[in-house]
């Protein structure tokens, strides 16, 4: 704040005018109080009006009103000197002209005014409509404050006074963010066009504080304003381009570099979104396209070493963010997903961009090969031999330089698929980044790079080497799509070059996968992951005809049947094994014969037959044993895991495929309800046994018929007594206890959501279990859990969907309705529960049954559910119990009330009489008689609502009292 001496006023007349002021305070808020009331004439008001207009004109007024501001708490004073100062802003500071204006000493006390008004403003901004308040005179006065014509090219930025320019951008993002523009759009947007190529075109520096808002304002214009822009008269696109082409690649902070690529990134999408009213080769498309074309070389050359080095080497790349990011992974994140945005606009520039980077370095990686000697002794190793710390340092850049452009491979392969082509004479690039990949990961596994000797080798080389060959094994794995549809080219058109060409990335693939199966140990657990999805993408999407006579598919079959594959991650496991018997039992993609000649079913089964009989050579002996040591039980839980990896591979197969394996599993199938028979009380065990059935139920239950169904369910059903499950619930066992009743439900639910008749047969013992079963425990709060009792919904539901006829076969009326109402019950029972998922799922299961089949105009329902479920419903809106889910809950009673409307009253008279019993009744009664229940939904639940809330209000209040039980003692300490 200023001085008594920088205002030139003295104490004592300091002190004469702060009573002055105050004295105009008092007289102010007098008058605003009579003008608002009721009792005051026209002619009173408009003489006070008179007054008040006249205020303006002082020369004080900006004092006056700043102080009325700061010491009334009177709504109708602040809002006056608020006007006040808006007032001053947009029509007293425009008279300077911006050259004037950075001359203009202002003092220190019209300085405080100033940014007092300003900060008023930002909080106005936030919360009054801008409609009728936003003009271009304002908007003009604000960014006068934020232009800085004293910044000249090259210098440092100096403000006349940043505060006010800080504040100043404050309040034109506020309005920004709002996507408001006055009246005169034209003026508005010329207005702030000019004031922001004034503010990008300097190439001065800014202070971040600044940089930091005047970005944000470029985002917001970006996202909100730019086609308004795009279609001004006379709009220099091509002139705001590259200025904000050179302004983003000016800075020099990471984090403001970022937030301009935000701007880009906005600019991109709505490119994206008008793509298709812009015409191709069109003076506009032209520009964007150079534009794109040039903002991603760019791009390119900030996330290179060869090119940035010096700007990547200070960004850290050990500490993890939020996001568990580095601060190097997430620049180099951002910046990629610029390039991948920009490809799906221009595929072939950008593609041929990324390639010319690409093939130069992996040149480069090509040199590494002369450089590595194999060791001499008996084991095969190899040592890279560089001459110091320069080669060091050189070869790191080279290698994360490689890296980088192989995450952007894998960033940018949907826009492959512009690129299938065949023919010879065409440069189809997907396939040089394909044969690249190959050979990088390829070398990198061969000369095991991520851990190679060498005298002088650096330990940042190895982790370099790590990173680079986990990223091209990522994205190798994500364009084996686009080679799944290149080979559908392929096959089309009998191109045998090309042909051969894919045969090749499939032998080097499983040949990658095999060896690292073979020599597994620790270091390759990421690798052998990525390679199991690698080559399960190529057996199961790509399903080339050639595979099972490549000499490599062999060797892994060979691999997953060795001592050494129990040693990889039990997923990794799983994968291969996905892999194998998706590569045995698939139908060749690509073609329409499914004769047993063309996929070769004959030659196919003995290799299937072996390859089981192999990999579970233990698993009869060890299900029939009535105890398992620790180990046994390791081994047996592996191979239920591998076993249901298996099944995985069936959904969306072809019938031959699912009997050929029916074939195979059925032994299997039967030493697992063996094991389920013995060790079922194993809570780890029973878990993977009840995965294996619900698998063998989802992909085989067609195959497999009621008969081998049946003793599978009589099998679990003998061992999951309702003693069991209530000796589960009742000692609040453990998650894994708990999840096995889950998983048993989930299994059921496999069964009953099939719809053929001679799966019915099972109907009566399941809704039997649910009903008597299950459904007398989770009425006690102590023994339930919220992921049990959704999946016992989900089966409810399917039940009721699937075999909804049944349940009004007049034949078994009685039986079918006792059913009926016992199933629709247990949806009660859930929505007495406080969890509010459970709460939802059960009230959007009503309802979709109610909207798909009626269930609240059935006989059986009106006559015997109805009441209690709108009892139970208003229980809930009346003791607010469920207020997430309250929107629901009127939707249902509303529903529940069209089904007799004209009753509805009177049912809810009798229920508030009832759960209001200490309001008196008559009160109860007025309100009842002012609810007029509407059809439609938006009146009705605001009217029931409001009702619910008055009668809580009345239950407070006549609520009896319990004084005795206050306690002031805690208020006091």
Not at 625 to 632: G, I, T, V
Not at 754 to 770: A, C, D, N
Not at 919 to 939: G, M, R
Request: aromatic fraction near 10%; charge should be negative.
């Amino acid at each position: 704040m200023a001085s008594d001496s920088d205002l030139g006023v003295q104490p004592n007349d300091l002190l004469t005018e702060v009573q002055d002021l105050e004295a105009s305070l008092f007289s102010l808020e007098s008058i605003l109080d009579e003008f608002y009331s009721p009792y005051c004439t026209n002619d009173r008001r408009k003489q006070i009006d008179d007054v008040l207009s006249r205020f303006f004109q002082q020369q004080s007024c900006l004092a006056q009103a700043l102080f009325f501001l700061r010491n009334s708490s009177q709504d109708y004073t602040r809002t006056f000197a608020i006007n006040i100062l808006q007032a001053c802003v947009c029509y007293n500071w425009p008279r300077y002209e911006g050259h004037q204006r950075s001359d203009l000493k202002l003092a220190k006390f019209e300085k405080s005014l100033i940014s007092e008004c300003l900060q008023t403003l930002t909080q106005m901004l936030t919360w009054i409509p801008l409609a009728n308040n936003l003009n271009n005179q304002l908007v003009m006065t604000l960014l006068n404050y934020c232009h800085v014509p004293s910044c000249a090219n090259g210098q440092t930025y100096q403000p006349g006074d940043d505060s006010l320019s800080l504040l100043a951008m404050d309040c034109i993002n506020e309005i920004m963010a709002k996507k408001c523009v006055p009246k005169d759009t034209q003026t508005f947007l010329v207005t702030i066009f000019h004031h922001t190529m004034a503010m990008i075109a300097l190439e001065c520096t800014y202070p971040e504080s600044f940089l930091t808002k005047l970005v944000f304002f470029l985002q917001l214009l970006a996202s909100s304003q730019f086609s308004r822009f795009e279609t001004l008269p006379g709009f220099p696109l091509e002139l705001f381009l590259t200025h904000l082409l050179k302004f983003t690649f000016r800075q020099e902070i990471s984090e403001v570099y970022l937030s301009c690529l935000d701007v880009w990134t906005a600019i991109l999408d709505h490119l994206k979104a008008t793509s298709d009213k812009r015409e191709v080769n069109s003076e506009f498309d032209k520009l964007y396209r150079t534009t794109v074309v040039e903002l991603n070389s760019k791009i390119l050359s900030k996330v290179t070493f060869a090119s940035n080095p010096s700007f990547l080497d200070e960004l850290d790349d050990e500490t993890l963010d939020d996001d568990k990011e580095t601060e190097y992974e997430k620049f180099q994140r951002i910046n990629l997903e610029v390039i991948s945005s920009s490809s799906d606009l221009y595929p072939q520039e950008i593609l041929t961009a990324v390639n010319l980077l690409f093939n130069s370095l992996l040149n480069d990686f090509k040199t590494i090969a002369s450089c590595i000697h194999k060791s001499e002794g008996d084991n095969l190793s190899y040592q890279l031999l560089i001459k110091g710390e320069y080669d060091n340092l050189r070869l790191h850049c080279k290698v994360r330089d490689l890296a980088t452009v192989c995450r952007l491979i894998g960033m940018i392969n949907g826009t492959f698929y512009t690129s299938i082509q065949v023919s010879n004479n065409e440069d189809c690039l997907p396939r040089s980044f394909l044969s690249g990949l190959v050979f990088i990961c390829k070398a990198n596994l061969q000369f095991s790079l991520y851990k190679i000797d060498g005298a002088g080798l650096s330990e940042t080389l190895h982790s370099d080497f790590s990173n680079l060959l986990a990223l091209s094994l990522g994205s190798l794995q994500l364009m084996i799509n686009w080679l799944s549809a290149f080979l559908g080219q392929v096959i089309k058109l009998e191109n045998k070059e090309a042909l051969e060409e894919i045969q090749n990335v499939t032998e080097e693939s499983f040949a990658m996968a095999s060896d690292v199966v073979k020599s597994f140990d620790s270091s390759k657990a990421v690798f052998s992951r990525l390679l199991s999805q690698i080559v399960f993408s190529h057996s199961s999407t790509v399903r080339p005809v050639f595979l099972l006579s490549i000499p490599s598919f062999s060797s892994l079959v060979e691999t997953t049947m060795s001592p050494n594959f129990p040693k990889l991650p039990l997923d990794v496991q799983c994968k291969f094994t996905q892999s194998v018997c998706c590569g045995i039992i698939s139908s060749w993609a690509y073609s329409k014969d499914l004769s047993a000649d063309y996929n070769s079913w004959e030659s196919r089964v003995p290799i299937l037959s072996s390859w089981i009989s192999q990999i579970f050579q233990s698993f009869h002996t060890l299900s029939h044993k009535e105890s398992l040591s620790s180990d046994e039980q390791k081994e047996v839980e592996r191979s239920l895991a591998l076993f249901t990896s298996i099944l995985l591979c069936l959904p969306g197969e072809v019938k031959k495929t699912r009997e050929v394996c029916l074939d195979q599993l059925q032994p299997l199938i039967e030493d697992i309800v063996v094991l389920c028979s013995n060790h079922f009380s194993n809570s780890s065990l029973c878990g993977q046994i009840l995965d294996a059935y619900h698998s063998i139920l989802e992909c085989l239950k067609s195959q497999l018929g009621p008969e081998k169904i049946s003793l599978i369910i009589k099998t679990l059903v003998a061992q999951l007594t309702p003693e069991k499950v209530q000796q589960i619930f009742c000692r609040k066992s453990s998650d894994l206890e708990i999840e096995i009743i889950s998983k048993f439900i989930k299994t059921l639910m496999r069964v009953a959501e099939e719809p053929t008749k001679r799966f019915q047969v099972f109907l009566p013992g399941i809704i039997s279990f649910v009903c008597d079963t299950i459904a007398p425990l989770i009425n006690q709060e102590n023994y339930y859990s919220p992921d049990c009792i959704t999946s016992l919904l989900d089966l409810l539901f399917q039940i009721l969907k699937v075999h909804w006829s049944k349940f009004f076969d007049q034949s078994e009326d009685s039986v079918n309705s006792q059913h009926f109402i016992g199933l629709v019950k247990v949806f009660g029972q859930c929505l007495l529960f406080p969890d509010i998922n459970v709460y939802k799922h059960a009230i959007n299961a009503l309802q979709r049954l109610n909207e798909v089949f009626g269930l609240y105009n059935c006989e059986v329902f009106k006559n015997e559910l109805r009441t209690s479920f709108l009892a139970l419903l208003l229980t809930q809106l009346l003791e607010r119990n469920q207020l997430l889910n309250e929107e629901e809950t009127l939707q249902t009673i509303h529903s529940l009330a069209l089904v007799d409307l004209d009753n509805f009253k009177q049912l809810l008279a009798q229920f508030f009489v009832t759960k209001c019993a200490q309001v008196p009744q008559n009160q109860v009664e007025i309100l009842i008689y002012q609810f007029t229940p509407e059809s439609d939904l938006p009146t009705f639940s605001s009217a029931l609502s409001h009702l619910s809330a008055e009668m809580n209000y009345m239950k407070s209040l006549f609520a009896p009292s319990d004084a005795a039980s206050i306690n002031f003692t805690n208020l006091t300490q």
